[in-house]
């Protein structure tokens, strides 16, 4: 059986975090033992460069974020997705390379073409067969992200280098992500966030069970 790679994307605060824990625990109750990773930090070297590049105190350069998120990718694709694909697992992580398209390339305004060789290098071709875009209006994740750093869960989850952006910067990546979904409308599905967690999560279910099903990854009698 061939591996999945499927992959979830989204501007910050579109809750595909969430979703894809709760996606794990759907899988696992299934007897599917999907690989759940992130970029950055899916990897111990990549945790390490997750916590230099999101830090909110550190003073980056454009260019070394761009090389550090795919020296990240580089290690990810290499010692961990290929090997699990190819011992036939259904892998799922939490960001991919359309994340550089959108923040590195729309957000930061590096040229197509270098983020598609810089994308190239890092991931040697590697596409995920299914990617899930979670959307949301940038006034609604500007709201949950800054609920994260003043609600009940201050401190809890930090907000990050990227975070703090400006809404433009948001709305460049979020525009970027959805000229991706229309470009790519065979790879990537769009979910609308912007309703409670358990109905973006059935949304979710009605897209990635058939598709499991299709190739082999999840039974047809399956436990909800
Ligand atoms: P993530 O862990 O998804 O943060 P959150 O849970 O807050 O959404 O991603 C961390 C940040 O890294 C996020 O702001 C997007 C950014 N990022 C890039 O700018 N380029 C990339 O290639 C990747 C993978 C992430």
């Known amino acids: ?27 696992r109750a ?47 694709v290499r010692r961990m997705l290929r090997p699990a694909l190819a011992a036939g697992r259904v892998v799922i992580s939490d960001r991919y390379a359309d994340a550089t398209v959108a923040y590195q390339g729309a957000g930061r305004g590096f040229s197509p073409e270098l983020i598609s060789q810089i994308v190239q290098l890092a991931t040697e071709g590697l596409k995920p067969d299914l990617t899930l875009l979670f ?8 709201n949950r992200t800054a609920r994260r750093s003043t609600g009940k869960n201050a401190g809890k989850v930090p907000r990050d280098r990227l975070d703090i952006e400006h809404a433009d910067f948001h709305t460049r990546v979020r525009d970027a992500y959805l000229q991706i979904a229309l470009r790519e409308p065979e790879r990537v599905k769009l979910i609308e966030t912007s309703g409670p967690v358990e109905c973006t999560q059935e949304r979710v279910r009605e897209i990635i069970v058939p598709y499991l099903q299709s190739r082999g990854h999840l039974a047809m009698n399956y436990v909800r």
Do not use: W, Y
Not at 135 to 142: A, F, G, K, R
């Open 135 to 142: 959307d949301l209006s940038i006034d609604e994740s500007t």
């Open 1 to 27: 059986m061939p591996g999945t790679f499927i992959t979830f994307e989204g501007i910050d605060g579109s809750g595909k975090s969430t979703q894809l824990r709760l996606l794990g625990n759907f899988l």
């Open 30 to 76: 299934n007897g599917c033992d999907a690989l759940l990773t992130r970029e950055p930090g899916g990897t111990t070297l990549g945790l390490r460069l997750r916590a230099a590049l999101l830090d909110a105190m550190e003073e980056v350069d454009p260019l070394t974020e761009l090389l550090v998120f795919a020296a990240d990718r580089a290690q990810h």
